[in-house]
């Protein structure tokens, strides 16, 4: 059964930096890419990074490009999403996702499981 665990959300000012993390288990991590999605209050899920299954790709949505940065260790099975400079709009829950795809994909439904997600307040 696949398990994936996000930890790291929390209250940040704006401009301020967090650091999320996705533990995976019961999975082949390396054979799989990740990715983050998010949603905010009374929105619609959203796509915010991916990558594929050796770290070589990465994909960004564009109101995150140049702040955000995902990445992979395949030794510990662990997908990070660094969050700089962040914004007010950034608050969301944040949702890590699996997918047996190993090219890294932007569409939600070629992600077969999730997290139960961490949740991001960015506010003064």
């Known amino acids: 059964q696949v398990q994936l665990v996000e930890s790291g959300g929390g209250l940040v000012l704006p401009g301020g930096s967090l650091r999320l993390s996705c533990a995976a288990s019961g999975l082949t991590f390396r054979t799989h890419s990740m990715g983050w999605f998010r949603q905010a209050p009374e929105r619609e899920r959203e796509f915010v990074a991916t990558?594929?299954?050796?770290?070589?790709?990465?994909y960004y949505a564009e109101s995150v490009k140049g702040r955000f940065t995902i990445s992979r260790d395949n030794d510990k099975n662990t997908v990070d999403l660094q969050m700089n400079s962040l914004k007010p709009e950034d608050t969301a829950v944040y949702y890590c996702a699996a997918s047996s795809l190993i090219e890294a994909s932007m569409w939600a439904g070629d992600f077969g499981s999730w997290g139960q997600g961490t949740r991001v307040t960015v506010s003064s």
């Open positions: 990558i594929n299954w050796n770290g070589g790709r990465t």
